[in-house]
């Protein structure tokens, strides 16, 4: 299958949208998860995934990412059905995802970690050139290693190893788990200006205040399905009743 190379653009000169899930269905060992979710992401815009534990926002990052199938339904990048391709192959193609849990390298250096992602095609000079803009402080921790940076800036340096392939879709699960709320305001802060620069963003994440204010649109996931939508503001009304009618079982 022929994945087209993803190129950001203004949302404006983007006809259909980046990201489109229909109808999907997904779940593990026979349990399904998924029960026909939609989503329509525009080009630089920021949609939240919001809603309970165990609700299937994570098993839907997983899905665009290409990490899980989906049993049925579409995914479609510029219009394009992209199902069933491969991880690698859709993060040439301009799809990033950071997953809970930052995943650096502990024992390499900052500048180590991120020399990691020149297997794109970025030189070493550009994928730190890349960081250090959007991460000052990374800069004056370049030579230490990684496992001792703070929680804050492990995640800061998870997502610099992301933007130096330059996405055009850039997938965050559960940005702010760990962190301080300063931290957090911070980090979404960057998201902001990602989007600014026409990378289209989907966050998953459990702290609705903070997110709902860079997000574009927000999706209440329950039991899943997308059972609203809509601006930050609309969203925020509904979500105490979408959290008290959720599940409580572990996260997937």
């Not at 997983?62 to 990048?77: E, F, M, T």
């Not at 931290?183 to 902001?192: F, I, K, P, R, S």
Request: glycine letters at 12%; hydrophobic letters at 45%.
């Amino acid at each position: 299958m022929t994945v087209l190379r993803l190129e950001p653009r203004e949302p404006a000169a983007i006809d259909p949208p980046l990201l489109e899930l229909r109808r999907i269905r997904a779940g593990y060992d026979g349990i399904e998860v998924l029960h026909g979710f939609d989503l329509t992401v525009a080009a630089g815009s920021v949609v939240a995934l919001l809603g309970p534990n165990g609700a299937g926002k994570t098993t839907a990052l997983k899905v665009i990412a290409g990490q899980h199938p989906a049993s049925s339904g579409d995914v479609l990048l510029f219009g394009h059905r992209v199902n069933g391709t491969a991880p690698d192959r859709l993060a040439r193609s301009g799809v990033c995802v950071i997953p809970e849990g930052r995943g650096v390298f502990p024992n390499l250096t900052v500048r180590e970690n991120l020399w990691m992602m020149t297997y794109a095609g970025c030189s070493r000079g550009d994928v730190e050139a890349i960081a250090y803009h959007r991460f000052p402080r990374l800069a004056e921790r370049r030579d230490q290693a990684a496992g001792t940076l703070s929680g804050g800036e492990q995640q800061m340096l998870a997502m610099a190893r992301g933007l130096a392939t330059r996405p055009a879709l850039l997938l965050l699960d559960e940005l702010s788990m760990g962190l301080a709320p300063l931290v957090v305001e911070d980090l979404y802060a960057v998201v902001a200006g990602i989007a600014a620069d026409g990378v289209s963003v989907v966050v998953v994440e459990q702290f609705a205040d903070v997110v709902l204010k860079v997000a574009d649109r927000a999706a209440v996931v329950v039991h899943g399905r997308v059972a609203h939508e809509g601006t930050p503001a609309h969203v925020q009304a509904l979500l105490a009743e979408a959290y008290l009618g959720g599940t409580h079982e572990g996260k997937r």
